[in-house]
């Protein structure tokens, strides 16, 4: 177990509130990482443990209203210092999200957030609404998440997350449906000023924002001169963008004063304990739990002393 | 043999040799014991810390109580690490994962067990050796293909292996190797015609796959590959490795649903990179639906 350190205002390792809820960890997997957290029960560790120990919450593969099929491959690319990818949202869509994911997560007694993306801002509260009616009862669902760097049809193709008038019509529909859950809007950094999307998912009324989603990147194969990705560029994550997050969690916090969980490029307890010094109130693992299935597991164990 | 769950441990390497000019053995002791089926593959993290942003998959070739053996070429940034790697050094290793071979016992329906041709092109080697040691019998056929005779890792192939160099160089004088590839060696020995089915089963390069898919199709025989894709986690979390569906519906993963597929399960002319530095077939008329840069 890792000693408290002096500066930190609270236990790391103990539950925690957020806006209407506690959960029951600060150490969650990051979305699209971890699937729809119903795979990897069966990895063993010497030491007896599951990579769902101690998890405060997985935050499921981001589901939009209608199944897609997602992008060609190569998919993913270890780009030296981080990995590039380009999955496409690929998922089962949310009809199989509410039949099949939401029993399944309810039996095995994952705590969780479902990451959901839309079209357009009343798309995010009509799914929201769905969630509620399906799992409402659930104690394990804890809220949604709102991924907000999808291609807006209704707006000529600009992210949907880079306008801060759309993340807080985007926060405010989902808002609008929930009562005792939790609303993050994940915010993207691939915009001049991350701390004004923040202001606007305050004024749409969310309990948190979850930073960074992946950066814009991009890898070239010198054998033939091409991008590495079929679709040129990708999203750019784990240890490489660490400082970029942190950065970003330090500018979000000081600026809008609103919760943030932050993530980018945390493989250990003392990574995720620098997003807790900038004042992040719960980390999530990305890339780190993708390459090693107990590595949330692991750091939650170092802040709960198992 | 029996399947076994996969585990997460951690260990170090053991040794490691060239058993070919370019295919190295590393042997790599783990904390505890592990089983697998032939087919079966592991992600392994040279360094153990975070040098590699995501582990790579390799296929195992043997186990042994702690130990396990994988046989791998020098490509790129990760395996060449691999190559220069000392005693000692930490791993940490996840497996075993994936859908094996089938068992000779796993017939057909209503079928006895079949006879086996196995084919396997450079570091496709290990999952079907493993297989021979594991169920190999009298009349199945094993053929191996190397780019020359140094690419042939001779003292691994050395029972009951038939072996296709694309040059006729640096090949020992005793044995006997057919100068093409290893679907022209099978339809050599094989003939035009065949008194009796057999189930295939092949790894290694793209190109091979295909052509052995074909080989098989021509002869209306069962065959299996086992298909590389590039991996994220390996255990069925990211969707990053994926195979196109034959009937159009999306994805199967390599990791998960594979490395060891149906050959007609597989859309082939949408999967993989068309050879030698072309425009991925995805930039080249394989519609499928979304193309954008999101994760
Ligand atoms: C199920 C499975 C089993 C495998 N078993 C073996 C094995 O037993 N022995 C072995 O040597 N290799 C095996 N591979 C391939 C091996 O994983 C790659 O060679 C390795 O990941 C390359 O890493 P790198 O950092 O050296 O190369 P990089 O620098 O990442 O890439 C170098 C070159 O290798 C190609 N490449 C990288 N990864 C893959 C991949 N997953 N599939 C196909 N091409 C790839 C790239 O396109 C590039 O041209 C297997 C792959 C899979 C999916
Ligand atoms: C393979 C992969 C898939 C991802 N899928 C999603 C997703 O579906 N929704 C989402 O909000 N973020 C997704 N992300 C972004 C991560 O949740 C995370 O924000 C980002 O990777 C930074 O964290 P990391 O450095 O720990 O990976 C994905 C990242 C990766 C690497
Ligand atoms: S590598 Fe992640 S799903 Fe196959």
């Given at each position: 177990m890792m000693r408290?350190?002096?500066?930190?205002?609270?236990?790391?390792?103990?539950?925690?509130?957020?806006?209407?809820?506690?959960?029951?960890?600060?150490?969650?997997?990051?979305?699209?990482?971890f699937g729809y957290g119903l795979t990897g029960r069966d990895i063993k560790a010497s030491d007896g443990g599951s990579p769902f120990d101690g998890l405060g919450a997985v935050v499921t593969k981001t589901i939009t209203t209608s199944p897609r099929q997602g992008n060609p491959p190569p998919r993913i690319w270890d780009a030296g210092s981080g990995a590039l990818n380009s999955i496409g949202l690929e998922n089962v869509g949310l009809d199989r999200f509410v039949d099949e994911i939401i029993p399944a997560l309810r039996q095995d007694r994952v705590p969780f957030v479902a990451s959901i993306a839309?079209?357009?801002?009343?798309?995010?509260?009509?799914?929201?609404?769905?969630?509620?009616?399906?799992?409402?009862?659930?104690?394990?669902?804890?809220?949604?998440?709102?991924?907000?760097?999808?291609?807006?049809?209704?707006?000529?193709?600009?992210?949907?997350?880079?306008?801060?008038?759309?993340?807080?019509?985007?926060?405010?529909?989902?808002?609008?449906?929930?009562?005792?859950?939790?609303?993050?809007?994940?915010?993207?950094?691939?915009?001049?000023?991350?701390?004004?999307?923040?202001?606007?998912?305050?004024?749409?009324?969310?309990?948190?924002?979850?930073?960074?989603?992946?950066?814009?990147?991009?890898?070239?194969?010198?054998?033939?001169?091409?991008?590495?990705?079929?679709?040129?560029?990708?999203?750019?994550?784990?240890?490489?963008?660490?400082?970029?997050?942190?950065?970003?969690?330090?500018?979000?916090?000081?600026?809008?004063?609103?919760?943030?969980?932050?993530?980018g490029g945390i493989g250990s307890a003392e990574d995720a304990l620098k997003f807790f010094a900038v004042g992040a109130v719960a980390v999530q693992v990305g890339t780190s739990q993708m390459n090693d299935p107990f590595s949330a597991a692991g750091i939650a164990g170092v802040f709960n002393g198992s | 043999m029996t399947t076994s769950d996969p585990w997460r441990l951690v260990g170090e390497v053991e040794s490691l040799g060239l058993v070919s000019s370019s295919m190295y053995e590393l042997v790599v002791g783990l904390e505890d014991v592990v089983s697998f089926r032939p087919g079966q593959f592991c992600m392994l993290n040279l360094g153990?810390?975070?040098?590699?942003?995501?582990?790579?998959?390799?296929?195992?070739?043997?186990?042994d109580g702690n130990r396990v053996t994988l046989l791998f070429k020098a490509v790129g940034s990760g395996t060449r690490a691999m190559a220069t790697c000392k005693p000692g050094a930490p791993?940490?290793?996840?497996?075993?994962?994936?859908?094996?071979?089938?068992?000779?016992?796993?017939?057909?329906?209503?079928?006895?067990?079949?006879?086996?041709?196995?084919?396997?092109?450079?570091?496709?080697?290990?999952?079907?050796?493993?297989?021979?040691?594991?169920?190999?019998?009298?009349?199945?056929?094993?053929?191996?293909?190397?780019?020359?005779?140094?690419?042939?890792?001779?003292?691994?192939?050395?029972e009951g292996w038939r072996c296709s160099v694309d040059r006729h160089v640096d090949v020992p004088r005793n044995v006997d190797a057919f100068v093409g590839n290893v679907v022209e060696l099978a339809r050599e020995i094989l003939g035009s015609v065949d008194d009796e089915p057999r189930r295939v089963l092949a790894c290694g390069p793209l190109a091979?796959?295909?052509?052995?898919?074909?080989?098989?199709?021509?002869?209306?025989?069962?065959?299996?590959?086992?298909?590389?894709?590039?991996?994220?986690?390996?255990?069925?979390?990211?969707?990053?490795c994926v195979v196109p569906r034959a009937d159009g519906e999306g994805y199967l993963t390599a990791c998960h649903d594979g490395p060891v597929l149906a050959a007609d399960a597989i859309d082939w002319k949408c999967f993989g990179r068309a050879e030698g530095g072309s425009p991925p077939v995805s930039a080249i008329g394989c519609n499928r639906p979304e193309q954008d840069t999101k994760s």
């Open positions: 408290r350190p002096d500066w930190l205002p609270f236990d790391p390792g103990g539950e925690f509130r957020l806006g209407p809820r506690v959960l029951p960890g600060r150490v969650w997997t990051a979305s699209g990482c839309g079209t357009r801002p009343g798309e995010f509260g009509d799914m929201t609404r769905r969630l509620v009616a399906a799992a409402a009862d659930c104690e394990h669902w804890h809220g949604v998440e709102l991924n907000l760097s999808c291609p807006n049809v209704a707006h000529g193709g600009v992210d949907f997350g880079r306008r801060p008038e759309t993340v807080r019509d985007c926060v405010e529909a989902a808002v609008a449906e929930v009562t005792d859950r939790i609303v993050l809007a994940k915010l993207t950094p691939n915009v001049a000023s991350i701390a004004e999307l923040a202001t606007a998912a305050a004024d749409g009324g969310a309990h948190g924002v979850t930073a960074i989603n992946t950066l814009l990147g991009m890898d070239i194969d010198l054998a033939t001169g091409q991008p590495v990705l079929p679709l040129r560029r990708g999203g750019y994550s784990g240890p490489a963008i660490l400082p970029v997050a942190l950065a970003k969690v330090d500018e979000i916090v000081r600026e809008s004063g609103l919760p943030v969980v932050g993530v | 153990g810390g975070r040098e590699m942003v995501l582990s790579r998959p390799f296929s195992i070739l043997a186990v791993v940490v290793f996840l497996g075993p994962l994936g859908q094996p071979f089938p068992s000779p016992d796993t017939a057909t329906a209503g079928q006895t067990a079949p006879r086996h041709l196995l084919l396997a092109g450079g570091v496709g080697l290990p999952p079907l050796l493993a297989w021979q040691r594991a169920w190999g019998r009298e009349g199945d056929l094993y053929l191996f293909g190397g780019r020359d005779g140094g690419d042939v890792p001779w003292s691994l192939v050395s091979l796959l295909r052509a052995v898919t074909a080989f098989a199709g021509e002869r209306g025989w069962d065959c299996r590959v086992s298909v590389e894709e590039r991996m994220g986690c390996g255990y069925g979390v990211c969707r990053g």
